[in-house]
């Protein structure tokens, strides 16, 4: 997993209430469970113009010039900008999966679900819950600057704007320490791997029938 220490990057807002998992990425593309893949398909119903199918090119296919992540000012973004109960519906792991694999590094919304808020931690992802009138502030900024750009630094747990002012925001101990060493529940479990290796090796010798 990636780490997540401080990141500096382009703000697309996305300026609807009650964004389901459905809709960050539909049913049908749920065939594979790899990590990467899912990209082209973050958003899909609102992205594209045409009904999209697993295994199509998406390059090929058109685009809906209104949606935001579709805009030539929000290209290469890397920060979403969200309102309440981002994540909803399903507990799908795919959607954190689907808004890193474009490139979203952090979302900054005032409430999530809490499976989707739990599965963005486990992904590199970091979800920020701002006041709702923070949001609200943040989302005219955007829209009257293009090429907006937010720095997020998790350390002093501020999202720092262009002018220089910052927003603080809280985040739970052991989730931080997690995104700023890049460690998922694996990377978490090696950290032990001395240990472990000690005791399969005591195993095998108190009790050496088990492994024959």
Not at 160 to 174: M, N, Q, R, T, Y
Request: aromatic content about 10%; proline content about 6%; hydrophobic content about 35%.
């Amino acid at each position: 997993m990636k780490q997540f220490i401080t990141h500096q990057g382009i703000v697309a807002p996305l300026d609807r209430a009650n964004v389901d998992t459905d809709m960050i990425i539909p049913k049908q593309f749920l065939k594979s469970i790899k990590r990467s893949g899912f990209g082209p398909n973050l958003f899909d119903e609102l992205r594209y113009l045409d009904e999209g199918q697993p295994d199509q090119d998406c390059s090929q296919r058109p685009l809906n010039p209104e949606f935001v992540l579709n805009k030539p000012r929000y290209q290469g973004c890397s920060i979403l900008l969200a309102r309440k109960n981002f994540g909803c519906g399903s507990s799908r792991e795919h959607a954190p999966w689907a808004l890193e694999d474009f490139g979203i590094r952090a979302i900054i919304a005032p409430s999530y679900a809490d499976i989707f808020f739990n599965n963005s931690f486990k992904n590199g992802l970091l979800p920020i819950i701002l006041d709702e009138k923070d949001v609200d502030q943040l989302f005219v900024e955007v829209e009257a600057n293009e090429g907006y750009q937010l720095t997020i630094d998790l350390e002093n747990q501020q999202v720092v704007k262009p002018d220089g002012s910052a927003l603080g925001f809280e985040i739970d101990g052991f989730r931080k320490h997690c995104l700023l060493k890049g460690l998922d529940d694996i990377g978490l479990t090696l950290e032990h791997a001395d240990a472990i290796r000690e005791y399969e090796q005591k195993r095998k010798e108190t009790a050496p029938w088990l492994f024959s």
